[in-house]
Nanobody
């Protein structure tokens, strides 16, 4: 069973950048697909980005495509979310999630498909 810990959140100005990290322990990280999701106050959790085990498949939400980049370093058991050109509407708690059995297809966009979740990290973008 893998444990996930997010870090890198904070308070930034619109237009700034942040890099979130999702560090995994307790499992063979290369066996897991990883997704990033976010939840703003009063809103449902939404998909942000996902990356397959081999990095061959990557998905982004339309709202972040071109601004956010997901990557992974299996040797360091870490997935990253580079967030550039941040907007006030990016303000949310960001969660990483992992799953060992999910195939690398559109199901990576669906939160309930993931078995393991981190505790989240707050990102606040002031305009």
């Amino acid at each position: 069973q893998v444990q996930l810990v997010e870090s890198g959140g904070g308070l930034v100005q619109a237009g700034d950048s942040l890099r979130l990290s999702c560090a995994a322990s307790g499992g063979t990280f290369s066996k897991y697909v990883v997704g990033w999701f976010r939840q703003a106050p009063g809103k449902e959790r939404e998909f942000v980005a996902a990356i397959s085990r081999t990095v061959r498949t990557i998905y982004y939400a339309d709202s972040v495509r071109g601004r956010f980049t997901v990557s992974r370093d299996n040797a360091k058991n870490t997935v990253f979310l580079q967030m550039n050109s941040l907007k006030s509407e990016d303000t949310a708690v960001y969660y990483c999630a992992a799953d060992e059995r999910l195939p690398a297809d559109e199901r990576l966009r669906v939160s309930f498909e993931y078995d393991y979740w981190g505790q989240g990290t707050q990102v606040t973008v002031s305009s």
